[in-house]
């Protein structure tokens, strides 16, 4: 036995060392193997996590869109054109106009030429104003939506990543929602008034010495609307217009619901004080504000063909008398706040395309944060 040892052991220790190698290698690549079928089982339940963040927030999302595309924007703007048409009203202008030309006695000149003057500014004052609210309203609710979008990818993302179930995931309370959305208000309750005076401001410097007289044609009336809208977002400070979109103080009380805290700070505000200070700093910013000038001057492009139409188109395009085509003018307010579904502006600011690029990067920005 001793003798078959010292004659194979050699041998013994080479096919031991293979042997132990070759299950040395073996456990290597099975342990390999197993990491990379945990990394597979990883990947693919964080792909379908994923999915169903997608699939989740879509369906959330949708629902938001739906609610402000169907409820919030056609009611702010039936409440918008109602306060117009009862703080802008001319009947009482018009009537004492007619009264004079029926009774030429009964006015003076003076009180004719005051009458009309004051018709003028009214008239200008009502169109312009409707196109202004109309785009920022507008602008308004799609950036509402758009960071209720992002909260809710970010909450459903931190639930699902957490293995929570999606009903246990802390979305936005839908109360703060409903507030968020109820705020795109503030307009017509509150800042309408200030506005109004504002606008009117704007419109006697443009239109100070123009006569009823002077004839106005598609070049003349667009550099005014355009004019009056340059002088009035040029007044104040570079935000003033936003007091008027919503309050200085982003608070649940100051919009007409109830607050839940008392405290300004993000860390220990509402999440409606939250979505608040998040939708004014998006208004605040350059971006947006480059925005606004692109979609104004689009709208008024849009207000000069409605108006060509009403007037005929050969009769703007040669020019007519101011005091001809002021009762175009005062229509034009009942167009410009038209229910959204048929609303020819709201449409085209839709349709822009940089506003399409500006909105998927606010998405993106929190979506990546």
Not at 2 to 8: C, M, N, S, V
Not at 61 to 86: G, K
Not at 291 to 302: N, P
Not at 356 to 365: G, H, P, Q, V
Request: proline share 3%; charged share 25%; hydrophobic share 40%.
């Amino acid at each position: 036995m001793w003798e078959f040892w010292r004659r194979y052991r050699r041998k013994a220790y080479v096919t031991l060392g293979v042997l132990g190698s070759g299950y040395f290698l073996y456990k290597l690549y099975d342990r390999h193997r197993r990491k990379l079928s945990d990394l597979h089982t990883e990947l693919e339940q964080e792909r379908r996590s994923d999915e169903l963040i997608k699939f989740l927030v879509k369906a959330h999302f949708e629902n938001v869109q739906r609610i402000a595309d169907s409820t919030t924007l056609p009611h702010v703007v039936r409440c918008l054109r109602s306060q117009i048409e009862r703080k802008l009203d001319l009947t009482h202008l018009t009537e004492r106009l007619m009264k004079g030309k029926d009774l030429p006695n009964s006015l003076t000149a003076a009180q004719k030429l005051e009458l009309w003057d004051r018709l003028k500014i009214l008239s200008f004052t009502r169109m312009v104003l409707s196109l202004w609210a109309a785009t920022l309203l507008s602008l308004y609710i799609r950036v509402q939506v758009n960071i209720l979008g992002r909260h809710i990818y970010i909450d459903t993302a931190r639930g699902i990543g957490g293995y929570g179930q999606f009903d246990e995931v802390d979305l936005i309370d839908r109360n703060d929602q409903q507030q968020f959305l109820a705020s795109a208000d503030y307009l017509s309750s509150f800042g309408l008034p200030t506005l109004i005076s504002s606008f009117e401001g704007a419109t006697s410097e443009v239109l100070e010495g123009k006569q009823l007289k002077d004839f106005f044609n598609t070049t003349v009336l667009h550099d005014s609307v355009i004019q009056i809208l340059n002088t009035f977002m040029s007044m104040g400070s570079p935000h003033h217009w936003l007091s008027f979109l919503m309050p200085e103080d982003s608070k649940p009380n100051n919009l007409g619901v109830t607050s839940s805290t008392g405290s300004t700070d993000l860390c220990n505000a509402s999440k409606f004080e939250q979505l608040m200070l998040e939708a004014r700093a998006v208004f605040s910013s350059t971006e947006f504000r480059n925005i606004v000038d692109t979609l104004l001057k689009a709208a008024v492009d849009v207000l000069m063909e409605d108006i060509s139409v009403l007037c005929g188109d050969a009769n703007l395009t040669s020019g007519m008398p101011l005091a001809k085509l002021l009762p175009r003018i005062a229509h034009m307010d009942q167009i410009l706040l038209e229910e959204p579904n048929r609303n020819r502006y709201i449409q085209v600011i839709q349709d822009i395309p940089e506003i399409e690029i500006f909105f998927t990067l606010l998405y993106a920005s929190t979506a990546a944060s």
